[in-house]
């Protein structure tokens, strides 16, 4: 596992919809569930949200 991407997941929060400054760490698996499908954004962000999806659900 990647380090950075790891702290990346305890320490970047979401910039907006429901969850807006929420960790990604402490986002609840229904709503990783949901942008899955949706498909992730590109990057070290989608990259997160799959790593924390795989590790949570």
């Known amino acids: ?3 950075q991407l ?3 997941l305890v320490t ?3 910039r907006y919809g ?3 400054g929420r960790v ?3 986002l609840p698996g ?3 569930s949901g942008i899955a499908r949706e498909g992730f954004p590109p990057r070290e962000l989608g990259r ?5 999806l795989e590790t949570t659900v």
Request: no cysteine; net charge neutral.
């Open 30 to 32: 229904n709503h990783l």
């Open 18 to 20: 429901k969850y807006k």
């Open 24 to 26: 990604i760490a402490d």
């Open 12 to 14: 970047r929060e979401m």
């Open 1 to 3: 596992m990647d380090p």
């Open 48 to 52: 997160a949200l799959a790593l924390i």
């Open 6 to 8: 790891l702290q990346l």
